[in-house]
């Protein structure tokens, strides 16, 4: 159980040149990764209690509709809502800087983006359900504590993926 102070350095400079390298794709990258995980969260919205759906709008906000009427029901802000995905450049980052072999960093790098993909649309599904949910009850804390965690505090959830992808690399 011994982390030794040069894998961590390497690992720390490759991991901020990796993790800047991925914030200069991100905008690029996001439009369709949000399609993405929309598809995924719509195949869920539509068969729950109150069936609604997301679309994107060209800024990347969330528009929902109510099914059947696919009648507007509310937006969710673009700003909000790329800090949702940010981990779509943290996870990357975290996975292609561990100090393994590239073929297994490649591996897990394929493994993390399919897990991330479906956390994505996890949490599509708990923000829009959460956000009703706060619409009609604002001091509800469940909802709020819901809607933080999968909104902004997403991001604890690429941290949580790296380290149970990677704690056998470290811990030997």
Known sequence: MQLRARRL???SVQFLVLFMGFLLIYPALLPAY???????????LSHLPTPMYVR?????????????SQ?????LEADYLNLVYLNLALLPALLLATPIPYQQRLKLWGWGMLILVGVHALSVVAIVRSEVCVHYDPD???CNVIEGLFGIGGQL??????GLLTWRYWFA
């Open 9 to 11: 350095a390497v690992f």
């Open 34 to 44: 949000n399609s993405i995980a929309l598809a995924l969260a719509n195949a869920v």
């Open 56 to 68: 994107a709008a060209p800024d990347n906000s969330w528009h929902v509709y109510r099914l059947p």
């Open 71 to 75: 009648k507007l029901y509310f937006t």
């Open 140 to 142: 509800n804390l469940g």
């Open 157 to 162: 959830f690429a941290v949580a993926i790296w």
